[in-house]
C-alpha cells in the first residue's frame, strides 16, 4: 500500500503547479483523498480534500478560488491543481487517504500516507 505524490518544485509568484497522487496497492474509490501541507517552522495543516462518494470537495480559505482537487479513480490518482501560487503556499504537499465518504479535514482520521513533495514559491 503506496501513496506516491509527485509534481512539486520551484516556481515563481503568480504561477502554477499540478501535484499528482498515485496510489499503488489499493483502489482510491472508497477513499476520501486529502492534501495537506508543512511549511518551515510550521505545524502541518489541511489543505483541501475530495469525497469518494459524490466526488465533493472542500478548501482551505488560504487556498479556495485558486487550487482545485480533482480524482481519476481509473489512474487511481487524486490531482492538485494550484494557479496564483504565493511565495506562503511553500511547503511541503501530503496528500492523504481515509477509507470513507466524507471529506475530513482532520489529519488524524486518514489511514495512508503519501511521502510529500516540496513546492517552492519564490522570485
Known amino acids: 500500500v503506496q501513496l506516491q505524490a509527485s509534481g512539486g518544485g520551484l516556481v515563481q509568484p503568480g504561477g502554477s503547479l499540478r501535484l499528482s497522487c498515485a496510489a499503488s496497492?489499493?483502489?482510491?474509490?472508497?477513499?476520501?483523498m486529502g492534501w495537506f501541507r508543512q511549511a518551515p517552522g510550521k505545524e502541518r495543516e489541511w489543505v483541501s480534500c475530495?469525497?469518494?462518494?459524490?466526488?465533493?470537495?472542500d478548501y482551505a480559505d488560504s487556498v479556495k478560488g485558486r487550487f482545485t482537487i480533482s480524482r481519476d479513480n481509473a489512474k487511481n490518482t487524486v490531482y492538485l491543481q494550484m494557479n496564483s501560487l504565493k511565495l506562503e503556499d511553500t511547503a511541503v504537499y501530503y496528500c492523504?487517504?481515509?477509507?470513507?465518504?466524507?471529506?475530513?479535514?482532520?489529519?488524524?482520521?486518514?489511514?495512508?500516507w503519501g511521502q510529500g513533495t516540496q513546492v517552492t514559491v519564490s522570485s
Open positions: 492523504a487517504a481515509d477509507y470513507s465518504s466524507g471529506c475530513p479535514r482532520i489529519e488524524l482520521v486518514y489511514d495512508y
Open positions: 496497492g489499493f483502489t482510491l474509490d472508497y477513499y476520501a
Open positions: 475530495i469525497s469518494s462518494s459524490d466526488g465533493s470537495t
